[in-house]
């Protein structure tokens, strides 16, 4: 895109929100959408909580002048001067303001501070406005589909796949979420040992106390955790407000390498969170275990012939103990009220 952009041209800003499943997720619906109505896709992460700079991960396996993974703020200033859905954020889309909304189902929603607008559009329709702006989060499968569209840049590749024959070609994984959502992981990791006795298994989580319990509860097993590079407040590395660029993108290097890691074992562990569903990280890490051809895309040389092509996904529907389901019931109805006691004040 240059700064005489041509008048005729329609484009399609995608801000991505969230973990970095739900960030993928995004990214590859506006790419469909932007192939089937003509768009120009342009997609900028700065206000993720994960993803920042998406090309110090990532490029297109088949570049394409309609899809762009930067845009500078000179490009902003040129986006500015088009018509826009949503109107609000006309002209000023590097000032507005987002917040969390709660809707009539439930569900959280990512709207304009000022007007309370939702900060998307509806993807069946072919809008007439040459901008829409797409800034919002959410789980999907999509994200395992924006993965088969691009390559690992070369240096990330080369670490992961390193890191991945280091572990050798039959190791299990195990994959436990508990910050923002929490598992009653003590009991997951005791139901599953024996199933683990004697063999190589890497134990990735957002937690310290799982990284820490992990080896003393599968002792029978050869453990390898993950660095112990994290925070202990129980936030989510997405959610940290404050931390520098350099930190997030360090949060996203790492959160890449132990999603293919996980991918590529031989047998892959997860479990339900204590809401009953699995996390959408692990969701993705269980699609590339089961589908790793997927890895060979992504670092751009084929695993060992040793590897399984589809490994095995064993998952454990793991009831929360009594204590975590109260905690997590108050939790979450705190959250609920503190979210509409936010939106009354700023409405």
């Not at 993720?48 to 998406?54: H, K, M, R």
């Not at 200033?77 to 109107?87: A, F, I, R």
């Not at 997590?328 to 004040?345: G, P, Q």
């Given at each position: 895109?240059?700064?005489?952009?041509?008048?005729?041209?329609?484009?399609?800003?995608?801000r991505?929100?969230?973990?970095?499943?739900?960030?993928?997720?995004?990214?590859?619906?506006?790419?469909?959408?932007?192939?089937?109505?003509?768009?120009?896709?342009?997609?900028?992460?700065?206000?993720?909580?994960?993803?920042?700079?998406?090309?110090?991960?990532?490029?297109?396996?088949?570049?394409?002048?309609?899809v762009?993974?930067?845009i500078s703020?000179?490009?902003?200033?040129?986006?500015?001067?088009?018509?826009?859905?949503?109107?609000?954020?006309?002209?000023?889309?590097?000032?507005?303001?987002?917040?969390r909304i709660?809707?009539?189902?439930?569900?959280?929603?990512?709207?304009?501070?000022?007007?309370?607008?939702?900060?998307?559009?509806?993807?069946?329709?072919?809008?007439?406005?040459?901008?829409?702006?797409?800034?919002?989060?959410?789980?999907?499968?999509?994200?395992?589909?924006?993965?088969?569209?691009?390559?690992?840049?070369?240096?990330?590749?080369?670490?992961?796949?390193?890191?991945?024959?280091?572990?050798?070609?039959?190791?299990?994984?195990?994959?436990?979420?508990?910050?923002?959502?929490?598992?009653?992981?003590?009991?997951?990791?005791?139901?599953?040992?024996?199933?683990?006795?004697?063999?190589?298994?890497?134990?990735?989580?957002?937690?310290?106390?799982?990284?820490?319990?992990?080896p003393?509860?599968?002792?029978?097993?050869?453990?390898?955790?993950?660095?112990?590079?994290?925070?202990?407040d129980?936030?989510?590395?997405?959610?940290?407000?404050?931390?520098?660029?350099?930190?997030?993108?360090?949060?996203?290097?790492?959160?890449?390498?132990?999603?293919?890691?996980?991918?590529?074992?031989?047998?892959?562990?997860?479990?339900?969170?204590?809401?009953?569903?699995?996390?959408?990280?692990?969701?993705?890490?269980?699609?590339?275990?089961?589908?790793?051809?997927?890895?060979?895309?992504?670092?751009?040389?084929?695993?060992?012939?040793?590897?399984?092509v589809?490994?095995?996904v064993?998952?454990?529907?793991?009831?929360?103990?009594?204590?975590?389901?109260?905690?997590?019931?108050?939790?979450?109805?705190?959250?609920?009220?503190?979210?509409?006691?936010?939106?009354?004040?700023?409405?």
């Open positions: 895109m240059s700064a005489d952009m041509e008048s005729a041209e329609r484009y399609l800003l995608c991505p929100q969230g973990g970095l499943n739900d960030a993928l997720v995004q990214i590859e619906k506006c790419w469909r959408y932007a192939e089937r109505f003509g768009r120009i896709l342009l997609i900028d992460p700065r206000y993720s909580g994960t993803l920042t700079n998406l090309c110090l991960f990532f490029s297109p396996i088949s570049p394409s002048q309609r762009h993974f930067h703020l000179d490009q902003l200033q040129d986006l500015n001067t088009l018509t826009c859905q949503p109107s609000c954020v006309s002209g000023r889309l590097s000032e507005y303001s987002s917040i709660l809707s009539g189902d439930g569900t959280t929603v990512c709207c304009e501070s000022e007007t309370r607008t939702p900060l998307q559009f509806d993807f069946e329709v072919d809008h007439p406005e040459q901008l829409l702006l797409h800034d919002s989060w959410g789980s999907g499968t999509e994200s395992f589909d924006f993965l088969r569209r691009v390559k690992l840049e070369s240096h990330l590749a080369l670490e992961v796949g390193e890191a991945i024959r280091k572990l050798g070609p039959d190791y299990a994984a195990v994959h436990v979420r508990h910050s923002d959502y929490r598992t009653n992981w003590r009991l997951f990791l005791k139901t599953i040992r024996t199933a683990l006795y004697g063999r190589t298994v890497l134990i990735c989580s957002d937690n310290v106390d799982v990284l820490s319990a992990g003393l509860i599968l002792k029978d097993s050869k453990v390898v955790a993950q660095a112990k590079s994290l925070y202990t129980g936030q989510p590395q997405h959610r940290r407000s404050g931390a520098t660029e350099h930190a997030r993108n360090e949060t996203m290097r790492a959160a890449l390498i132990d999603l293919l890691k996980l991918g590529a074992a031989s047998d892959l562990f997860i479990a339900t969170i204590n809401q009953g569903f699995i996390s959408g990280y692990s969701r993705l890490a269980a699609m590339i275990c089961q589908d790793k051809t997927i890895l060979n895309s992504l670092l751009g040389e084929p695993l060992v012939p040793s590897y399984r589809h490994g095995e064993h998952t454990f529907q793991i009831v929360g103990n009594r204590a975590n389901q109260v905690f997590d019931k108050w939790m979450s109805r705190f959250k609920r009220l503190s979210r509409r006691a936010f939106s009354f004040f700023f409405r």
